[in-house]
């Protein structure tokens, strides 16, 4: 019945971008719950075929699993739109907004929803101006990458060069936002569902791609800690947070 459902399920994974670690291990634990509930699927990396062979495998649809530019930016989801592949979570025009740090950001402060100040950066910028319009400490990041690869948390004006130039070894676009301080809570959406907020709690103190993928010293707490009235205030604000940008099936 599960086969006859879904087809053949192609999990594209791995890719070439600086998330490609990341992706291959999301990847094999998908296509492993899939062959459990007796999924007919199997795995491609379109680092190793492209688009070529994966119209070889015959998919009745794909599940993206991909990480990082090229998979979660639109231009995956571009290219099944044309060959007519149903794929898994959102859109093109929603998967290249979200992918965009600064122009995600324009959109939740067109429509109010609360996200720290943030200015653009470059090689000529002024640091102490920076510092001085934003406050410190800041946080600087690559406008497209995930997996915090590249970012680094910054208290004094004469750091910023240095987190500007490691930031810019990943993108050409680099920003500055202000820092906010505090627990850290992760909510994830599944169709119209808000799943219960999860407490990261990282001895370090700085959620990076180490704590997130290679420390097991991170933990997660679930129930969060909040009490039902702010577990639910946030769920909404993540909620009108994917809606704005047109997320789809999950995030």
Same mark, same amino acid.
């Given at each position: 019945m ?27 634990? &998908?296509?492993? /719950? *899939? =062959?459990? #509930? +007796?999924?007919?699927?199997v795995?491609?990396?379109? !680092?190793?075929?492209? %688009? ?9 649809? &794909?599940?993206i /699993? *991909? =990480?990082? #530019? +090229? ?5 995956l989801?571009? !290219?099944?739109?044309? %060959? ?28 109010e ?20 319009e934003?406050?410190?400490?800041l ?62 709690e990282v ?22 800690g ?22 789809a099936?999950w995030?």
């Amino acid at each position: 019945m599960t086969q006859e459902r879904f087809g053949r399920v192609v999990v594209l994974y791995g890719g070439s971008s600086a998330e490609r670690e990341v992706s291959l291990n999301s990847g094999a634990a &998908v296509l492993a /719950a *899939l =062959h459990r #509930r +007796g999924v007919d699927a199997v795995g491609y990396d379109p !680092a190793e075929g492209g %688009l070529a062979g994966l119209e070889a495998l015959t998919p009745d649809r &794909v599940f993206i /699993a *991909l =990480h990082g #530019r +090229g998979g979660e930016d639109g231009t995956l989801q571009g !290219a099944l739109e044309l %060959l007519g592949i149903p794929y898994t979570g959102s859109g093109v025009l929603a998967s290249a907004l979200a992918m965009d740090k600064q122009r995600t950001k324009l959109v939740w402060q067109a429509l109010e929803l609360p996200t720290p100040a943030a200015l653009m950066l470059d090689a000529d910028s002024n640091w102490d101006v920076i510092a001085a319009e934003l406050g410190l400490p800041l946080i600087v990041k690559p406008v497209h990458e995930g997996s915090t690869l590249g970012i680094s948390i910054v208290d004094t004006a004469a750091a910023l060069e240095t987190a500007y130039r490691e930031a810019a070894r990943y993108d050409a676009r680099v920003m500055a936002e202000r820092f906010i301080s505090g627990e850290e809570y992760t909510v994830s959406l599944l169709g119209e569902r808000v799943l219960p907020a999860i407490r990261v709690e990282v001895p370090s103190g700085f959620y990076d791609y180490e704590a997130k993928y290679l420390s097991d010293e991170t933990l997660y707490h679930l129930p969060c800690g909040l009490d039902a009235g702010q577990e639910a205030q946030l769920g909404t604000l993540c909620r009108q947070a994917f809606e704005a940008v047109g997320g789809a099936g999950w995030g």
